[in-house]
């Protein structure tokens, strides 16, 4: 399994573990209602969010698995199905959401997701972005439905729609027309014939929309940033593997997570830096492919979001917090150290953006289906 798959999966499952039989003896902070309001509950897996520019949100939901094409790992039994979607709740709804949690409306359904039992740490839909009346989609890289170690799907057991939806969803940057998916790049491949780094394994897990047009995708598993064209074209923009030191010097991981573009041109990307707290941090990197550190010694980022006056939120899925970075007013370019703003406040929070409201919004539970008992996913925000 991928290197995002697998720390992510690492640390959810011990979370659903103790959730299922102590959920309210062991310390999981559900949201403090007087400081964060639930916007949208009973998400199955909500990952990235994006708001357009009519102030709609949209959902990137993984779905709940299903009960196909099953395989066991040291997690346990995977199954797959056709229950991710495209979620968008109408700005008039965000309006009232201070009153009542809002029903998203599906963009498109039926789109494949792998999952545990009960549906929890999905893998299908993950990144999303919305511009001008669009949105664009990318999905998990097809080998974990697939041959492990390859780009080959399907496994046999994988038919009919399911193999249907495999092939034509995984590893892609799609857009959505019409309430079905249309492909743009298939992120996946560029990464198997070009190897930027070495074991290539691909997890398109974020996009974003550049100034010029193109989409620059963070491959989570890739460790690379890509950039795609509209015609499909996919180029690299930077490497990433190996630039962080571990535990005794030991170089670990980067696993990019989430991309936010800056007014300067610039990424803004969030490290995951796997399972070891206090190594994730915070690069802008430049569309040349230069990378600079602006914040570190985080645990686990799975995202990150630019507000207009270029302050940094972004989520440490382990503590359950949400971080803030501010521009430095000294020094033009340059950042303050991270402030954790809500402290365990989150269970595991794996996306965040800034709505043009000037709320935070949060996607917390974002490993757990929405019919999951005491805990489930939802969408959370705050006044930012």
Known sequence: MRKWSRA??????????LSASTALAHPIHLPNLESVQIVVDGVDNP??????????LYIAAAGAGGTDACTTNDQ????????????????????????????????????????YPGGSIAHGLHGIAAKDGQTFVVFIGPELIGTAGSETCCQASVQGEL????????????TVSNGTLVKIADVDHFEYTENPVSNPESNPYAVAIDHDGSFVIADAAGN?????????????????????????????????????????GNYY??????????????VRITPQGVVKTLADGLSMLTSIAMAPGGTLYATEYSNGDLV???????????????????????????????????WVYVSDAGTFPGSYPVINGKIVRFKG
């Open 163 to 174: 193999r249907e939806a495999a092939l034509a969803q995984l590893g892609n940057l799609m």
């Open 8 to 17: 992510i999966t690492t640390m959810a499952s011990a979370v659903l573990m």
């Open 76 to 115: 346990g039994l995977f199954c797959s199905g056709l229950t991710g979607a495209v979620l968008k709740v109408a700005a008039a709804d965000i309006r009232e959401a201070s009153l009542t949690p809002a029903i998203p409306m599906p963009v498109v359904s039926g789109l494949i997701s792998m999952a």
């Open 47 to 56: 990952r990235s969010l994006a708001f357009d520019g009519n102030g709609d």
């Open 269 to 282: 990307v969030s490290l995951l830096a796997g399972f070891h707290p206090g190594f994730a941090r915070i």
């Open 324 to 358: 803030r970075v501010r521009p430095d007013p000294e020094t033009p370019g340059a950042y303050l150290p991270a402030e954790v703003i809500l402290r365990g406040q989150f269970v595991t929070p794996t996306a965040v953006t800034v709505g043009p409201d000037g």
């Open 224 to 264: 690379t940033i890509v950039r795609a064209q509209p015609d499909g074209s996919v180029s690299l923009v930077a490497a990433l593997d190996d630039i962080i030191s571990g535990p005794e010097g030991q170089s670990i991981q980067t696993v990019p997570t989430g991309i936010a573009i800056g007014p300067d």
